[in-house]
């Protein structure tokens, strides 16, 4: 079936770094592909998505390319804040059924 | 409204006592979903309704829990005698899927469940 694998973390940044949270997949058909971010205390909230193959979504500094040929969707910001810090979840969705990843903490340090 | 709601936001209630978990999702949205988050874990689909009906119950984790959609409104989640390892934050999320496909799902801000 189809199924999200995305790093495990927790991620530990300084302010400014470089993130990266590597995001595969397995789908049948054409899924939709999104990442969700969960601030402290706050419920889930889109972050950015792609529809298709060599779409790009960005969104907040953050970007992720659709990549069919490496069943990838990783996401990118070149510069974090602390207000980053959050748990981000990779997700796939095809027909009705939103498959989400187990989740990656992010923690920014000032 | 302005986005999902649940309620309550928070229930702490006692082993084998039933609760019911409420949803209102975004006005005009057809599509619901529940999902269960375990503490420091993903999110784990539970089911999902298209208008009032229910294609996709294979997430319920037992036949202590259902669900019901009425008015193609509001939701309830309903677990009976419950059980310490259903303590977990029960999230609801409605989307308006364009042409049969899923979409962007919109949140709740949960309600946590702690069975004592």
Redesign the interface.
Known sequence: GDSVTQMEGPVTLSEEAFLTINCTYTATGYPSLFWYVQYPGEGLQLLLKATKADDKGSNKGFEATYRKETTSFHLEKGSVQVSDSAVYFCALAGGFKTIFGAGTRLFVKA | GAGVSQSPSNKVTEKGKDVELRCDPISGHT?L?W?RQRLG???E?LI?F?GNSA??KSGLPSDRFSAERTGESVSTLTIQRTQQEDSAVY?C?SSS?RG???????????TRLTVL
Do not use: E, M, V
């Not at chain 2, 049969?100 to 949960?110: I, S």
């Open positions: 599509a979903y999902y874990q993903g999110l689909f999902y298209q294609p996709d999230l999320a899927p049969g496909g899923a979409d962007t799902q919109y949140f709740g801000p949960g």
